[in-house]
C-alpha cells in the first residue's frame, strides 16, 4: 500500500534560521509531489510541485525552495526563515489516475 | 474574487440533524471536484469525489452544477464524529500533467449531542 511520510511533526525555529522539512512515499513510483502551506485559520496554498526528479515547480514567489534529490523524496528548504513563513505544512503526491494524498504535516512555528 | 469560494460557517448542528455546504468555483474549466475533511491540527482526506450525476455515499450526497459553477455537500443523520472542517477542492491539469487542487477556505462543522 501507499504511505506517505513527514518529519518534523513540529518544528519551532528562530527567525533568520534555516529549515529543512523532508517528505517520503512509499508504495508508488514516479509520483507527482506537491508541497503545500496551511496558514491559521486559512485555506490551503500550493507552494511548489513535481512531476520528477530534479523539476520543480513554484507557484508563489516566496521565500522557500523545494527539490527532489531522489524519485520518492521531496524537500523543503529555507535559508533564512521570516515569521511569516509560520504555517502547517503539507507534503502530497498523486500517482497515475489518482486525486491527492496527504501527508501527516509539520507544524513550523517561526519566533 | 476567490477561485473557490465557501460558506466558512461555523455549523452547529444537533445529531440527527441533516446539514448542506454550498462551494462555488471560478474556473470553467476545471475538470475534477472532489470534498475533503480535515479533522482539527490533522492533515485533510479525501471525503468522496464530485460527480455531474450527483454520488452518494452513506449518509453523504455530492452534487455538481458545471452550469452553475456549484458544488454541495448533503451529510444526513449528522454524527458527533462528522464534527470537522469540510474543504470544498477543484482540480485543473498543469503543465507536465501535474494535478492541481485549489482549495476552499473550508466550511467547519460542529455536530452537537
Known amino acids: 500500500s501507499q504511505t506517505i511520510h513527514q518529519w518534523p511533526a513540529t518544528l519551532v525555529q528562530p527567525v533568520g534560521s534555516p529549515l529543512s522539512l523532508e517528505c517520503t512515499v512509499e508504495g508508488t513510483s514516479n509520483p507527482n509531489l506537491y508541497w503545500y502551506r496551511q496558514a491559521a485559520g486559512r485555506g490551503l496554498q500550493l507552494l511548489f510541485y513535481s512531476v520528477g526528479i530534479g523539476q520543480i515547480s513554484s507557484e508563489v514567489p516566496q521565500n522557500l525552495s523545494a527539490s527532489r534529490p531522489q524519485d520518492r523524496q521531496f524537500i523543503l528548504s529555507s535559508k533564512k526563515l521570516l515569521l511569516s513563513d509560520s504555517g502547517f505544512y503539507l507534503c502530497?503526491?498523486?500517482?497515475?489516475?489518482?486525486?491527492?494524498?496527504f501527508g501527516p504535516g509539520t507544524r513550523l512555528l517561526v519566533l | 474574487r476567490k477561485e473557490v469560494e465557501q460558506d466558512p460557517g461555523p455549523f452547529n448542528v444537533p445529531e440527527g440533524a441533516t446539514v448542506a455546504f454550498n462551494c462555488t468555483y471560478s474556473?470553467?474549466?476545471?475538470?475534477?471536484f472532489f470534498w475533503y475533511r480535515q479533522d482539527c491540527r490533522k492533515e485533510p482526506k479525501l471525503l468522496m469525489s464530485v460527480y455531474s450525476s450527483g454520488n452518494e455515499d452513506g449518509r453523504f450526497t455530492a452534487q455538481l452544477n458545471r452550469a452553475s459553477q456549484y458544488i454541495s455537500l448533503l451529510i444526513r443523520d449528522s454524527k458527533l464524529s462528522d464534527s470537522a472542517t469540510y474543504l470544498c477542492?477543484?482540480?485543473?491539469?498543469?503543465?507536465?500533467?501535474?494535478?492541481?487542487?485549489?482549495f476552499g477556505s473550508g466550511t467547519q462543522l460542529t455536530v452537537l449531542p
Open positions: 477542492v477543484v482540480e485543473d491539469m498543469r503543465s507536465g500533467s501535474a494535478r492541481q487542487l485549489t
Open positions: 474556473n470553467s474549466a476545471s475538470q475534477s
Open positions: 502530497a503526491y498523486t500517482g497515475r489516475g489518482e486525486t491527492q494524498y
